[in-house]
């Protein structure tokens, strides 16, 4: 394995190795909390902040984690954060710590943060297991919040609840329900896969 | 009884993990090409929600009132914990067994649907009995999925589908078809 | 040779393993207790609040409530020693002056989806509801979670007389028991009605036990 630069590290996570549109990673949150704009923005921030102690605590600890108890370290580590993240929304913003609801905890099953832990924090410095999970961090982010635009927009008619399409807008509620989560990753994963092929038949055009 | 049957039914259809609450999509999206294997990983699963329904409510009952911030820890690690034993006893007393369903145990501990029952029974306040009837309808409802999913999916094999829509967006798609279906199944319960 | 060796190894290996769990495990019980402890005052302010906003919303802004438990069917001003208070059932009489007017009491059952949790102030003396308030639910956005917020739907329990009986938008004859469902979300709103009056058909005796039992609280 070649080694990366430290600006693949943080680039690669965003676009080409994005964890959700292209490893199809962590899909019960991206389609669980997307309803409304300002619960992927939650859910995200505190995704991040799980994903990057994590990281940081992992890459440092790594030298004297025998690799038998390995992923039992890991999953403590990430159930730590978990559990402070779950704590800490539940005293600043109640009423979004209720409408996530279990998904918060869930965040310690988000199988994004133990595949970065596993595949890079583990071997890797701090420096650059921070740029790698601030790098899918960002990727992962960026779904979620296509995914809340594009379904409280359509499914509500509003954006982090403001009004945009003003009155006589008749919202498609199928958008905010499960299948319009469902159908509107399908879609957006139909046009990852389409810029993909693009570029792909670019590169070897050339 | 009445109480009972309520929640086999809504933890199955009207409320199903996969269809109606995202849980546990990885399986979905991963076991869902052949209808043999996504029986076998429904099995599985009802048998892990079994189990782990049980721990949870052991936990909740003489472990969690003393230290309530401990509850995502010990559940993730109990659950995780028991699966690995289970599996080296039915490995050791049933290979038949451990053939069928082994593999797919240690995939199922880190599957969300396995905590998120947890977490449900924790805070609906649920009775050892109602918890077990709980996780064995979200087991029934996840197999129900899968085996739909798998049936599709088999039969679309020799279809003639865009190169681009093959695989996950595919899957997606027809995912959101079934939770329309299911969206049917809401108000079933309500009598009115 | 090897075997002692391998032995030895395999000991001290075991030993280290437990060891860097057991720390892992201290390390992280030191932080999860540090956060518990550090948010807890906030948490328990903002649940506080919460339930203090519902009980004065459904009970039109009381001086004051006092929290009861419902304890073998009866209610009681004080939990049994030992009881875990939190895991009770609870009910709380509100006051204007030194007269009780009312119970706040809350309830769940099944809605069109899943359950729906709700809260109402119910007048023992004149048997009305004083104001209803749905807490939790997971109705059809758009349709059924016209209960939450259709504020028209809400302000039809206001002081109305029990039994509850739902009737469609623009029909009934005016009677004091007619609750007016919203168009559309006929299930939800009979759902709202019923648990009303499945749960002070349960709770009456006790509310009037008690009321009985306590001049004060008449």
């Not at chain 1, 993240?85 to 409408?99: C, G, M, R, T, Y």
């Not at chain 1, 879609?187 to 570029?199: D, K, Y």
Request: aromatic residues 6%.
């Amino acid at each position: 394995m070649k080694q990366s630069t430290a600006q693949e590290d943080l680039v690669r996570g965003i676009w080409r190795e994005n964890p959700v549109l292209v490893q199809v990673l962590g899909l019960c949150p991206t389609l669980a909390v997307t309803n409304t704009l300002a619960n992927s923005l939650v859910m995200g921030a505190a995704t991040t902040f799980v994903l990057i102690s994590s990281s940081l605590m992992v890459s440092s600890i790594r030298r004297w984690v025998p690799n038998a108890v390995r992923i039992s370290t890991f999953i403590l580590i990430i159930a730590t954060f978990v559990t402070i993240a779950d704590l800490v929304l539940q005293a600043v913003v109640p009423v979004i710590h209720k409408a996530l609801g279990a998904f918060v905890p869930l965040i310690v099953v988000n199988c994004i943060i133990l595949a970065r832990q596993e595949a890079f924090a583990s071997k890797n410095t701090v420096g650059r297991s921070l740029l790698d999970a601030v790098g899918n961090s960002a990727g992962f982010v960026m779904a979620l919040l296509i995914m809340g635009t594009i379904r409280e927009l359509l499914g509500s008619g509003t954006l982090l609840g403001m009004s945009v399409f003003g009155r006589h807008f008749e919202p498609w509620v199928i958008f905010v329900l499960p299948p319009g989560g469902f159908l509107t990753l399908g879609v957006m994963l139909l046009g990852a896969n389409w810029l993909q092929e693009r570029r792909k038949s670019a590169a070897g055009a050339a | 009884m009445g109480e009972l049957f309520w929640i086999l039914l809504s933890a199955m259809v009207v409320n199903n993990f996969t269809l109606a609450m995202f849980l546990g999509l990885c399986p979905f999206m991963g076991v869902s090409a052949r209808v043999e294997t996504a029986l076998r990983m429904g099995a599985a699963n009802i048998f892990v929600m079994v189990l782990t329904s049980l721990c949870a409510w052991a936990l909740n009952t003489f472990v969690l009132p003393h230290a309530p911030y401990l509850q995502l820890i010990s559940f993730i690690i109990v659950i995780a914990s028991l699966v690995q034993i289970v599996e080296m006893v039915i490995k050791k007393v049933s290979p038949a067994l451990f053939r069928a369903l082994g593999i797919y145990l240690p995939l199922i501990t880190t599957n969300c649907a396995i905590l998120a029952l947890a977490i449900f029974q924790t805070t609906r306040g649920c009775t050892l009995v109602e918890g077990l009837v709980f996780a064995v309808g979200a087991g029934l409802g996840l197999t129900l999925a899968l085996v739909l999913m798998a049936s599709i999916r088999e039969s679309s094999e020799l279809a003639d589908i865009p190169a681009l829509a093959k695989g996950t967006a595919l899957v997606l798609i027809i995912a959101g078809s079934l939770s329309l279906a299911f969206m049917g199944f809401a108000g079933l319960l309500s009598g009115g | 040779m090897r075997a002692p060796a391998a032995a030895q190894s395999e000991a001290t290996t075991a030993a280290r393993l437990v060891k860097v769990l057991g720390g892992a495990g201290a390390v992280a019980g030191l932080a999860i207790v540090t956060a518990f402890l550090a948010t807890k005052p906030r948490i328990e302010a903002n649940r506080a609040r919460a339930v203090q906003a519902a009980i004065e919303e459904v009970l039109r802004q009381p001086d004051r409530y006092e929290t009861l438990y419902v304890v073998n069917d009866r209610l009681a001003a004080q939990p049994p020693a030992g009881a875990d208070a939190s895991r009770l059932e609870q009910v709380y009489l509100g006051y204007r002056g030194a007269t009780a007017i009312g119970f706040a009491v809350t309830a769940a059952e099944a809605g069109f989806q899943d359950l729906i949790h709700l809260i109402f102030g119910y007048d023992p003396a004149t048997g009305t509801i004083i104001g209803m308030r749905v807490l939790d639910n997971r109705e059809t956005p758009g349709l059924g979670d016209k209960i939450v917020r259709d504020s028209g739907f809400v302000a039809e329990f206001d002081s109305v007389v029990l039994p509850l009986r739902g009737v469609k938008a623009g029909q009934g004859q005016d009677s004091p028991g007619e609750v007016h469902m919203i168009t559309g979300a006929t299930i939800s709103s009979r759902a709202v009605i019923r648990i009303i009056n499945n749960r002070i058909q349960r709770l009456r005796p006790l509310l009037d036990a008690y009321r009985a039992a306590r001049p004060e609280a008449r």
